[in-house]
């Protein structure tokens, strides 16, 4: 009867930024936007259109670069939009949309990363057997692993925690729909709710992340292998873009999730995730086009084009 007597919440507000300073805010983040768009559409259009970048290299580029045009959307233009309205009101479908489609790219890309790992570990380590184990079809079997797997965790995921009765407060401290701040509003005990996360979690996060640190602990311990410093300066440049976006992406993000009490209060959960939320998709193209000079030949080709 208690279940019953209770209100449950049809939406939520988001509180956003400080209305001070939301007209500069908007400016900036709209030409972040635009430009994260820009840059990512070029890289899949040189990869799809350059004959010479189909190798599963430059294909799981694609992949990322098509997922970080998803994974800004999911969140900039909702967050534009506050900027202009003084509604900052989601309904309750709208906020468990927003984060299931952030939850699902964001283990997308996690997985992606991982094989892009997988790749660069079986190029230098492997490369007389590299065209026959990373061919094309196994390519695209592992970034369509990437996004189903995505897909089918953050479903069980969000699922759960949307199944939780929420019926006090409906005020989100973020700039969207987030899962701690989501779950802090239930009125029921969370506990189980918060275990299912840190399961979630550690399949997204610190499995992916260890298959990157081993295929780089092999991939260091080849390197130092090659006599001649030629050979290893060029193998190491076929591996600084991924793990330059690695290092931005894993770091922005366990930043986070595992935040103090002192970064929470002073707002500094927002700032640390408009690093890897909307500053990491628009910095991806050019970690990628500018130390890799077949992506910037074949792309001033295409724009000449």
């Known amino acids: 009867m208690a279940k019953r007597n209770e209100t449950q ?14 007209p500069f805010l908007f400016a900036i983040f709209l030409i972040i936007y635009f430009f994260t768009l820009m840059g990512n559409t070029m890289i899949i259009l040189t990869v799809t259109l350059a004959p010479q970048l189909h190798s599963p290299m430059y294909l799981f580029l694609r992949s990322l670069s098509l997922t970080e045009i998803f994974y800004i959307s999911v969140t900039v233009p909702r967050m534009l939009k506050d900027f202009l309205h003084l509604d900052k009101g989601i309904s309750f479908i709208g906020c468990a949309a927003q984060l299931y489609f952030f939850c699902f790219l964001g283990t997308t890309e996690c997985f992606l990363l991982a094989f892009m790992a997988y790749d660069r570990f079986v190029a230098i380590c492997h490369p007389l057997h590299y065209m026959t184990i990373m061919t094309k079809t196994k390519c695209l079997e592992l970034s369509l692993g990437s996004w189903l797997s995505g ?39 969370t506990f189980a709710n918060e275990i299912a996360i840190l399961i979630y979690s550690s399949l997204v996060i610190p499995l992916p992340f260890l298959l990157i640190l081993v295929s780089y602990v092999r991939i260091i311990n080849s390197i130092l292998k090659i006599s001649s410093a030629v050979g290893r300066k060029k193998a190491f440049s076929t591996c600084g873009s991924h793990l330059t976006s690695v290092t931005l992406f894993y770091g922005t ?53």
């Open 253 to 305: 993000a366990t930043i986070t999730y595992l935040k103090t009490k002192s970064i929470e209060t002073y707002g500094g959960a927002k700032v640390i995730s408009l690093l890897y939320i909307v500053f990491i998709p628009m910095l991806n193209p050019l970690i990628y086009s500018l130390r890799n000079s077949i992506i910037k030949n074949a792309m001033s080709k295409l724009i000449k084009r």
């Open 9 to 22: 919440v049809s939406g939520f507000i988001l509180l956003g930024f400080s209305a001070k300073y939301q």
């Open 151 to 189: 897909m089918f965790l953050s479903l069980i995921q969000i699922t759960y925690v949307f199944s939780l009765p929420f019926c006090s407060s409906n005020i989100i401290d973020h700039f969207f729909c987030d899962i701690l701040p989501v779950v802090k509003l239930a009125c029921a005990d």
